[in-house]
Nanobody, 124 residues
Framework: QVQLVESGGGLVQTGGSLRLSCAAS????????MGWFRQAPGKEREFVATINWSGEFTFYADSVKGRFTISRDNAKNTVYLQMNRLIPEDTAIYYC?????????????????WGQGTQVTVSS
């Protein structure tokens, strides 16, 4: 079992930045890849970014590429999502998730463990 707790969400103006954190406990953190997803009101949950077990490989949704950066600190059992140049379309609840395996994973079905989510609101 893996327990995940997100933090760092909030209200920010267009063009601003936020850094989300996700603290993991349970299984050995470096045994699995991690991902961030988001869900906007009235929309389905969508993939944002993923990182492999070591942090060497990452992959992003086109909508956030060049603005968001996913990273992890295995010594602290934490994954981060640095979000820059935020726009109103980024408004959503952001979820971190732990994957079945060690490699990057874009599909939500590859993640058996999910956090509760943290709200990000970008005002225009």
């Amino acid at each position: 079992q893996v327990q995940l707790v997100e933090s760092g969400g909030g209200l920010v103006q267009t063009g601003g930045s936020l850094r989300l954190s996700c603290a993991a406990s349970g299984r050995t953190f470096s045994d699995y890849a991690m991902g961030w997803f988001r869900q906007a009101p009235g929309k389905e949950r969508e993939f944002v970014a993923t990182i492999n077990w070591s942090g060497e490989f990452t992959f992003y949704a086109d909508s956030v590429k060049g603005r968001f950066t996913i990273s992890r600190d295995n010594a602290k059992n934490t994954v981060y999502l640095q979000m820059n140049r935020l726009i109103p379309e980024d408004t959503a609840i952001y979820y971190c998730a732990a994957a079945f395996g060690m490699t990057t994973q874009r599909a939500s079905y590859g993640y058996p463990y999910w956090g509760q989510g943290t709200q990000v609101t970008v005002s225009s």
